[in-house]
């Protein structure tokens, strides 16, 4: 089966570090979203590209966060400086997303999760 | 803007029975999908059942089927004889694949599931 692989699953550092989360969605995928999700706000999206394009990243801190699409295969997510409150699960999905009507399009596939402790 | 709303915090059943997750949107739109995403201890997210807003009939997958209602905005999730494995925290979500700039995915506040043995 097809995965999304993300990277790393678990991470540690102190506040004001920079963090780097990295995704690499199913090939052949054309949207690759990032969530966060929290005991107290759930699942919330912070970004999202189509075709390599962000198309939405309002949900976003911008100060601090950044999210790129360098290339197809690889979606990073960056918190610079990091900070207690960004301690989350931050999951990457990448989906097939199409206007038409199609069996096998629009659902999306989640990565396992990256679970990120700011102490 | 679209809204997932889940009433039901958490729920408990007995091992094969039979438990219904209830699920509401809002939506001002036509054609849309429907899911039901289920996330187990091990956090991994895992699709269990989609729904074209167009097709009529509700979609099944094995002991998971939903009700949808259209019209009522309603989409429940029911599980047959429920297993140990079952047990997990279960979200509801909508995606409108219309919209150009509004392709995403938004997700229900979550239902936790405990099947007891």
Known sequence: DARVTQTPRHKVTEMGQEVTMRCQPILG???VFWYRQTMMQGLELLAYFRNRAPLDDSGMPKDRFSA???????????????????????????????????SGANVLTFGAGSRLTVL | AQTVTQSQPEMSV???????????????????YLFWYKQPP????????????YKQQNATENRFSVNFQK????????????Q???????????????KAAGNKLTFGGGTRVLVKP
């Open chain 1, 68 to 102: 790129e699409m360098p290339d197809a295969t690889l979606a990073t997510l960056k918190i610079q400086p990091s900070e207690p409150r960004d301690s989350a699960v931050y999951f990457c999905a990448s989906g097939l997303v199409l206007t038409l009507q199609s």
């Open chain 2, 71 to 82: 019209a009522a905005k309603s989409f429940s999730l029911k599980i047959s004889d429920s």
């Open chain 1, 29 to 31: 995928h054309n949207t």
């Open chain 2, 14 to 32: 007995q091992e094969a029975e039979t438990v219904t997750l209830s699920c509401t949107y809002d939506t001002s739109e036509n054609n849309y």
């Open chain 2, 42 to 53: 091990s956090r991994q997210m895992i699709l269990v059942i989609r729904q074209e807003a």
């Open chain 2, 84 to 98: 140990l494995g079952d047990t997990a925290m279960y979200f509801c979500a909508f995606m409108n694949p219309i």
